[in-house]
């Protein structure tokens, strides 16, 4: 007997995440470059220089390990980064431009960070499991294709991005705008080709 396919979604507006896009902000990095700047944090002067490209290069490898650390582990050991509480850890060499880059940053980023995952947690609270919005998504997929769904693993990370949209940030994740999020018929119609992609 077959067993039942599994599809596992995991939903948050990580802390983690929200610090490495603050700092990607404040740091004028540029990639990933499709991804929209976060709402309600100072957007650089556009006259301001942009990151290094050792910082660039470095901040991505951190915003992978931050984004997906199973996938993406350090060669060396990590080292929590001053200012950022448990939030920031960097590869112990291999980093230090990153490292003195962030450091000055470290009570803006995390501020921003914190109150925007505590806006999320408030809204998910008071508009009760957002378990319904994926299930009705894969019901309609399976509808459509004429089969079940294949076993799954999605991570969504609900973020306050500057345009309406859902871009995809790892091989399992993928990041949407809160208000995307919040408007159900919209999101089931976002949501549904990344089902297809992975089911």
């Known amino acids: 007997m077959s067993e039942k396919p599994q599809w596992l979604i995991r939903e948050d507006a990580g802390t983690p995440v929200l610090i490495a896009l603050a700092l990607r902000q404040l740091l004028g990095v540029r990639e ?13 002067a556009p006259d301001a220089p942009d990151a290094s490209d050792k910082v660039e290069e470095q901040w991505r490898a951190y915003w992978d390990m931050t984004v997906e650390p199973r996938a993406h ?3 060396v050991p990590l080292e929590l980064v001053d200012g950022f ?6 590869p112990a060499s291999g980093a230090d431009e990153l490292r003195a880059a962030i450091e000055p940053h470290a009570a803006t980023a995390l501020r921003y960070a914190q109150d925007a995952h505590k806006r999320y947690v408030a809204t998910v609270n008071s508009s009760g499991d957002s378990y319904r919005a994926y299930a009705s998504a894969i019901a309609e997929f399976e509808r459509e294709i004429g089969r079940r769904a294949h076993s799954f693993e999605l991570n969504v990370q609900v973020l306050p991005l500057s345009q309406r949209g859902i871009w995809w940030i790892g091989a399992l994740t993928v990041a949407v705008t809160d208000g995307l999020r919040r408007d159900v018929v919209a999101f089931d119609s976002a949501i549904r080709p990344v089902i297809g992609e992975l089911a």
């Open 73 to 75: 582990r350090s060669d």
């Open 32 to 44: 990933p470059e499709e991804m929209p700047a976060l709402r309600g944090l100072e957007v650089r």
């Open 85 to 90: 509480d448990t939030m920031v850890a960097l």
